[in-house]
């Protein structure tokens, strides 16, 4: 983005402007972009989990506005502005309202390090991965501030679940990510990518036993920190009401689901980033445009298969309680990860370059696992088709 | 300190050199997951709950007074408000306390009818409980999935007797409607259809590894505990006690129906745990499937109504007789004058001992684990008010 900025005020585009000021338009226009492409996204996938929860729960989900409903999350965007801002009498007002947009913040930042292809990324940052965990933790101070600050017990008590459920599991995703980092080296997220190739079997997923484990790991523990199911307890329905967002309404209650969707696309982004190669495509065209284009589809097409991975969990798995979803933290992942990082070191001495039949073995186990799953669901569809009928009226 | 009229004195052990404090939530009556309007004052100690205190009254409805007012054929309606989840049972349980004190004999005919009414009643509330335990566990699918079965049973019931909740459906002396042409093969046609559904929703949820672990081992009742609280039905059965009004006290054509009682083994935890209190729901849905099966086959010719007076004035005397409903053992208590109105109404219900327990059971527990245990206990708001 420097460059762009750079040959910006090179061509005479900011003629007259000092240095340092066109420097500060391009990055204010740069993030304007950014955050509207954020609010796409995130709206896009709000759109997409209510249709696919539906077609998993039998119903039919949002499908009025646009075809197949696909602005519904506009809608819904514009009826929560309209909303009245309602501000509890007993709250603590400034917190209460700079509570979403610090959450709001958290999970901005995280897009300037997502590299949507390969020239496509804001700042490729030499630190990128872990200054994505340290900004994401900014969500926890949002989340727990919400939940103080509506002077509800509820709330308080959603708002302290997540800071809990939160800072436990960026243990395991930071050493899943520590694993990574061991084979490439590098902390930037462009290095990362660039040492994974196009093909399934050059991918860190199944590079070799110790980082598949890694990407299982970092897959569930993102879960927990994006507040998924089956660890959505800091917004348990069920039991705590809306947890920490019980007492926020309209744009600000609009802002704290902003920030969960957007933060399952960071999810996917994260996970495509450091197991499934990127925005790498096979060379099959020189030009760069095109190039371009396909590297920015190739990553969000991965993105968002693992967003709908995560949208399948949800469908289908119940919430864990408190106490367990700290002993699956403290007693299974935090060992497991850290034996496994052990492993992968050993690993690392052992095949500094790789082993590549242990790739194409890994590819080939993964082909099969898929299979298998795949078949199972065909025969469970098989087995029910007969007795599921469209129309519930027999 | 006092809360909404209650009287609370708890004695806290303190760990040595950690004080903490405890801290009073108040559950409902609009929290999402009270099945209706229940409150609760909880007690809790950060997520732990030291008490669980329940607060009913939120939907009292003078049901029991109502009936002193509109005579014995005019409550029937009001039967279906009782447990507007299984309205018929309720039907049943009036309209047999009227039969035993006016001594009318109703025909067979009319008895099939109320079995099968009464059992596809069954499955629809026991669809809503395993649905409702889920979605208060945090798994929504299972809810769709049941209601969406349910759905066939209420279209169902709507060719019976034209209402898909409160249903009116039976009358002193037997029932309202025939059954309409083609409903037996249509009602056959679900059970044939429904029962491996039940194998799936086990597959889908009740044999998943977490939906396991949130209920097993959670708020045990021992069998001693349960007779103790007067835990009635599936509460009751899966503590492991085999008591069943169906078996025990028969009535209708029950006994000549074949059937089990499920009780609980205590599979995946101890017996008596909230997730024996589940698999009793789901196995007596397949026994429901069963006795639907033999009573759709076997349905005699003939009336369904006998012949009673349209003003209906009992001997004096008092009766109490009980039903199986979908949460228990329902006894009805009426006592006539003599003239055309009850000189008393009085309903027991299952979920009312099943409400008074949870002070009992909460202690220790999480708060999540009390969405849990209400849902394992099955409680519906209006039957606990009436």
């Known amino acids: 983005m420097q460059q762009l900025a750079d040959s910006l005020l090179q061509t005479g585009f900011l003629q007259g402007v000092p240095t340092e000021a066109g420097y500060a338009l391009v990055i204010a226009f740069f993030a304007f972009v950014l955050l509207n492409f954020i609010m796409l996204i995130a709206g896009v996938t709000s759109w997409l989990e209510r249709r696919v929860w539906a077609r998993i729960q039998s119903r039919v989900g949002p499908n009025r506005v646009g075809p197949q409903g696909v602005i519904q999350w506009l809608a819904d965007g514009i009826k929560n502005i309209m909303k009245e801002d309602i501000v509890p009498a007993e709250a603590d007002r400034p917190l209460f309202k700079a509570a979403p947009y610090l959450a709001m913040m958290g999970f901005f930042a995280t897009f300037a390090v997502i590299p949507f292809g390969d020239g496509l990324v804001v700042a490729d940052l030499n630190v990128g991965v872990l200054y994505i965990t340290a900004v994401t933790a900014l969500v926890v101070v949002g989340i727990l501030m919400a939940g103080w600050a509506s002077n509800n017990k509820w709330a308080l008590l959603g708002g302290i679940r997540s800071a809990a459920q939160i800072i436990s599991y960026e243990i395991p995703a930071g050493i899943a990510v520590i694993t990574v980092v061991l084979f490439t080296g590098s902390l930037s997220m462009q290095t990362i990518i660039r040492a994974q190739g196009w093909a399934p079997w050059d991918w860190f997923l199944f590079a070799n036993p110790f980082l598949c484990i890694a990407s299982f790991i970092f897959f569930v523990s993102a879960l927990a920190e994006g507040n998924r199911t089956p660890f959505d307890l800091p917004e348990a329905e069920s039991e705590l009401v809306a947890g920490a967002f019980t007492e926020y309404s309209g744009l600000r209650n609009l802002l704290f689901f902003l920030v969960e969707w957007g933060n399952l696309y960071v999810i996917g982004a994260l996970y495509t980033t450091m197991f499934l190669g990127g925005w790498q495509i096979p060379p099959i065209t020189e030009q760069p445009v095109i190039q371009g284009v396909l590297q920015f589809a190739t990553f969000f097409a991965k993105s968002y298969f693992l967003v709908f991975v995560a949208m399948w969990i949800r469908g289908t798995l119940p919430r864990v309680r408190v106490d367990q979803l700290m002993t699956l933290c403290w007693k299974y992942l935090v060992p497991i990860t850290f034996a496994n990082l052990i492993g992968a070191m050993i690993w690392f001495v052992l095949f500094p370059n790789g082993l590549a039949i242990m790739r194409f073995a890994m590819f080939a186990l993964g082909v099969a696992v898929t299979i298998y799953f795949f078949s199972r669901i065909l025969f469970h569809l098989r087995r029910a088709r007969p007795r599921l009928r469209l129309n519930p009226i027999s | ?386």
């Not at chain 2, 009643?121 to 929504?140: E, K, N, Y």
């Not at chain 2, 066939?152 to 002193?172: D, H, K, P, Q, W």
């Not at chain 2, 078996?247 to 074949?258: I, T």
């Open chain 2, 1 to 386: 300190m006092s809360t909404a009229g209650i009287e609370i004195g708890l004695e806290r052990e303190t760990p040595a050199g950690l004080e903490t404090e405890e801290m009073t939530l108040n559950m409902g009556p609009q929290h999402p997951s009270t099945h209706g309007v229940l409150r609760f004052v909880v007690k809790a100690d950060g997520e732990v709950m030291r008490r669980a205190i329940p607060d009913i009254g939120y939907l009292h409805r003078s049901i029991e007074k109502i009936s002193e007012k509109v005579g014995y054929h005019g409550f029937m309606p009001y039967t279906d408000r009782v447990d507007y989840v299984s309205a018929m049972q309720c039907n049943q349980g009036w309209a047999m306390a009227c039969e035993k004190l006016a001594s009318i004999e109703v025909p067979r005919r009319g008895e099939y009818c109320r079995v099968i009414a009464c059992e596809l009643g069954r499955i629809a509330s026991h669809l809503i409980s395993v649905g409702t335990t889920g979605m208060d566990i945090g798994a929504f699918t299972p809810f769709t999935h049941a209601l969406r079965e349910r759905e066939r049973i209420n279209n169902l019931l709507e060719e019976l007797c034209g209402a898909r909740l409160t249903f009116n459906y039976m009358r002193i002396g037997g029932c309202a409607w025939d059954i309409p042409p083609g409903f037996v093969k249509r009602a056959s046609e679900f059970v044939e259809q429904f029962e491996p559904l039940i194998d799936e929703y086990n597959e889908l949820i009740s044999f998943n590894k977490i939906y396991v672990e949130r209920l097993a081992n959670v708020a045990i009742v021992p069998a001693e505990m349960a007779i103790a609280w007067n835990l009635v039905g599936p509460n009751l059965r899966g503590s492991g006690v085999k008591y069943d009004v169906r078996k025990d006290v028969p009535y209708s054509v029950y006994p000549e129906l074949e059937f089990d009682v499920p009780v609980g083994t205590g599979e995946r935890g101890t017996l008596g745990d909230s997730y024996d209190r589940y698999m009793v729901r789901m196995n007596e849905m397949k026994e429901s499937c069963r006795i639907l099966r033999q009573a759709l086959g076997g349905i005699p010719e003939g009336p369904v109504i006998a012949k009673v007076p349209r003003t209906f004035k009992p001997p004096p005397g008092e009766v109490y007789v009980r039903v199986e409903a979908s949460r228990g053992d329902m006894g009805w208590f009426v006592v006539s004058d003599g003239t055309a109105f009850p000189a008393r109404t009085h309903i027991r219900t299952g979920s009312f001992s099943a409400m008074a327990i949870i002070e009992e059971l909460s202690k220790g527990l999480m708060i999540a684990d009390l969405v849990a245990v209400i849902a394992s206990l099955d409680i519906v708001a209006p039957e606990v008010d009436r």
